[in-house]
């Protein structure tokens, strides 16, 4: 039996901190969650019987600030996975630098198989369940798998019920007209394009004259292929979970995703020939953006990649074997914790904005996201560069992220 994913993530800082020399004490406190909470949620159905659901939030590391992390909804939930999240949750929060430490939550439940009045329902009893546990100043959850900002604005209404005074700052990721934040829905593909922009001049590649393949042309990944569109990229491929479409000469992202809208898949997208998933990791092309499932990239498939700059979008599309392929092949990795750090930081600036009750433009988001965005990426390349060949580009993420947290566990004297 393989490592679990929160294994997996203990590793990482445990191999983050010894190389960068920081106490065994630090890196114990950061391998194990502070506080980790399973509530039962009774739940009315439809039918009138009340149905108990299992519900999670684990709070991972609150030094550097209060804990943020998303909620998600889905029926193979486990509270390993909730902890391994919440600790990546922590690792991205310090590695683009904002005041916050890393949390998740999750409950175990379809979705798919309810009605929204008991998603709502099952929505608010979890608010009910975790109300002392969370706050502006303790911990902010977000949507994830499954949420949106409708089940946000349920559970900011049912924690102001509770409490008794309103604190939009309680959750981000809400809609408008309830505190959220302008530029929230496209924040991810924004700031993998940043960061793809800084990773393009530090290995000397003119995005207007570069080639594009997108793996998930969902949300995050349909904005990608947009945005790099609109910088000139060249976009030849994209594929979702039905298959996908390759055209050399290119394929207009637009035109595509309005494909998507209207066929529920980019498959069948005229003038360009069917690809598969699999193929398109392969594909001769300058960016390569796997925006959908975890471990895609492998030690079986890494020495066939061409891509000279991988932005994961997803979360863990390339494992732990593939990461080492890729370095010596020269294959530049913008790391999840990094390339998809940009949903986090706007739901920081959103928190920030409900704090004050002053709202900004999108373009001033866009800017300060940028400016954190390209901040993020140069301090994560210069750790690389500085141990070149002793690490990958995920290394020098891991070791930027634990040693901003180490040395607020440090200052306030924890160990």
């Given at each position: ?9 203990q590793e990482r800082i445990q191999v983050a901190g010894e ?86 939550g999750g409950i175990i439940c379809n979705p798919k198989e ?28 977000a949507p994830d798998v499954y949420t949106n900002p409708q ?265």
């Open positions: 039996m393989g490592k679990t994913w929160f294994e997996v993530a190389k960068l020399g920081t106490s065994p004490e630090i890196i114990e406190i950061l391998k194990h969650p502070l506080r980790s909470l399973q509530v039962s949620i009774p739940v009315k159905m439809d039918n009138g019987k009340t149905k108990i659901f299992t519900g999670f939030r684990v709070q991972h590391n609150d030094a550097c600030g209060p804990t943020k992390g998303g909620l998600r909804f889905h029926p193979s939930e486990t509270f390993d996975d909730v902890k391994a999240l919440a600790t990546l949750m922590t690792l991205k929060c310090a590695v683009v630098g904002i005041p916050y430490g890393g949390s998740k309810m009605s929204q009045g008991e998603i709502e329902r099952m929505s608010r009893g979890y608010i009910d369940a975790i109300a002392y546990f969370i706050g502006p100043d303790k911990d902010i959850p089940i946000m604005a349920w559970m900011v209404d049912e924690y102001e019920k509770i409490v008794g005074h309103k604190a939009p700052g309680v959750i981000t990721g809400k809609p408008l007209i309830v505190g959220g934040a302008k530029g929230r829905g496209n924040a991810t593909a924004m700031g993998g394009l940043y960061t793809t922009r800084e990773a393009a001049k530090v290995i000397g590649l003119d995005m207007k004259s570069a080639t594009a393949a997108i793996q998930g042309y969902g949300n995050a990944g349909s904005f990608a292929a947009k945005l790099l569109y609109k910088d000139g990229v060249k976009i030849v491929a994209a594929t979702d979970s039905k298959g996908g479409v390759y055209n050399p000469e290119g394929i207009d992202p637009f035109a595509l995703y309005d494909y998507k809208t209207e066929h529920r898949t980019v498959q069948g997208f005229p003038g360009a020939q069917d690809i598969s998933n699999e193929a398109l990791l392969e594909l001769d092309v300058d960016i390569l953006v796997p925006a959908a499932l975890q471990a895609q990239i492998t030690g079986e498939n890494a020495s066939r990649i061409k891509a000279k700059i991988i932005t994961e979008l997803a979360n863990g599309p390339v494992t732990p074997e593939a990461d080492p392929i890729l370095t010596q092949n020269k294959v530049l990795v913008i790391p999840d914790i990094l390339a998809n750090a940009g949903g986090v930081t706007v739901s920081y600036f959103e928190w920030v904005q409900n704090i004050y009750g002053y709202y900004w433009t999108e373009e001033e988001t866009y800017e300060k996201l940028e400016r954190i965005m390209k901040d993020a990426f140069h301090r994560t390349h210069e750790m690389f560069k500085k141990n070149e060949g002793g690490i990958t580009m995920r290394m020098a993420t891991d070791m930027v992220a634990v040693e901003r947290v180490a040395e607020a566990i440090k200052v306030k004297g924890w160990v």
